[in-house]
């Protein structure tokens, strides 16, 4: 069976992940087994007011209401609902508050973000971490971690005195912002791969530690995603490839900034260009058989290890990445 695709992304990573397969693109309005979409084409066919149906041989690459967990507003109301469950202590997420501002008639709504004033710093450059998780299913959850997740660091060493509060070389991490700056590297890109962390921890501050924090960060997605389990809603067309943002503190406590829908494909190095390959490869090899797309009514993700993927458990007695206030 030949799969048809569209694609409203137009991207190397995703177009040649396709064609090496032997997949036929074809346009919105045709037939097609597969649409990797960006989240407005997704919100337009699952909208009421379309009237589109998926039928049984269709794949998306979203959920309908993936910004249960995208949207920092609503992932907060998820998680203080979710947190009246635990009952340990910790807090590896980022306090935000919603701020309601008077204007006019109306109001503005603002998301503030606590900042990490004590971020791990190497080099003495600050740095976040870019992991990609996969979920097949919320209910039963089924979710896998990407292996070759990356740090990207700032330009610029950190500095907290009040002359460097507004530079954002110093203090922002994304790319986007990076690039621009005058210490930026072209080959490297600024980033560092997960395992060249893990070995640089294990060395500075020993394995037990270091294991213990991707621990925490493993248990910190984990119970994000059952967070929003209930909310979310399982179509079974669906799965959906999330980009979460972490940062960590001196003390190797892992702090959830954002999850982002829809993670960049772009490239922005050599290295950039291979890991993301992989990394639609491994979705590709998870959410499809070998021959074909199946009928979604009987369709079964395939809960195992392997490529670059792995599976998520949460650990038996995780610590807690909820506060109580």
């Known amino acids: 069976m030949k799969i048809c695709f569209c694609s409203d992304l137009d991207k190397s990573v995703l177009i040649s992940n396709f064609e090496k397969r ?25 909208s009421v007011d379309s009237g589109y149906r998926m039928h049984d ?26 947190r009246k469950d635990l009952e340990r202590d910790g807090n590896p997420l980022a306090e935000k508050t919603e701020i309601n501002i008077p204007g006019g008639s109306k109001y503005l709504y603002w998301i503030s973000s606590r900042y990490i004033e004590n971020p791990l710093l190497i080099g003495g450059k600050k740095f976040d971490l870019r992991l990609y998780v996969l979920v097949t299913s919320f209910r039963p959850l089924k979710a896998y971690l990407f292996r070759l997740g990356f740090c990207r660091f700032c330009t610029v060493k950190y500095d907290t005195s009040v002359t460097e509060l507004d530079n954002m070389y110093v203090h922002l991490t994304n790319v986007s912002v990076q690039k621009h700056g005058g210490e930026y590297n072209n080959h490297h890109g600024g980033k560092w791969s997960v395992q060249n962390l893990r070995l640089y921890l294990e060395g500075t501050r020993g394995k037990e530690v270091t294991d213990k924090l991707f621990g925490a960060i493993t248990w910190l997605i984990v119970h994000s995603l059952k967070a929003v389990s209930s909310v979310m809603a399982s179509d079974r067309h669906c799965f959906e490839c999330y980009g979460y943002d ?26 950039d260009r291979i890991l993301k390959y992989k990394l639609i490869d491994n979705i590709l090899n998870i959410v499809l058989p070998p021959d074909g797309v199946p009928e979604t009514c009987y369709r079964e993700f395939r809960c195992l290890e392997g ?10 007695n995780p610590r807690s990445i909820m506060s109580r206030r």
């Open 22 to 46: 032997g997949w036929v693109q074809v346009s919105a309005d045709d037939d097609w087994n597969f649409y990797w979409a960006g989240t407005g084409t997704c919100r337009n066919i699952f």
């Open 57 to 82: 041989n269709q794949l998306i690459n979203h959920f309908p209401n993936h910004y249960e967990l995208s949207r920092k507003d609503l992932l907060v109301k998820n998680i203080k609902r979710y």
């Open 246 to 271: 972490i940062i960590i503190d001196n003390a190797l406590k892992p702090w959830l900034v954002e999850v982002n829908a829809s993670p960049s494909l772009t490239s922005t190095t050599a290295n």
């Open 307 to 316: 490529n670059q993927y792995r599976f998520l458990k949460a650990s038996k």
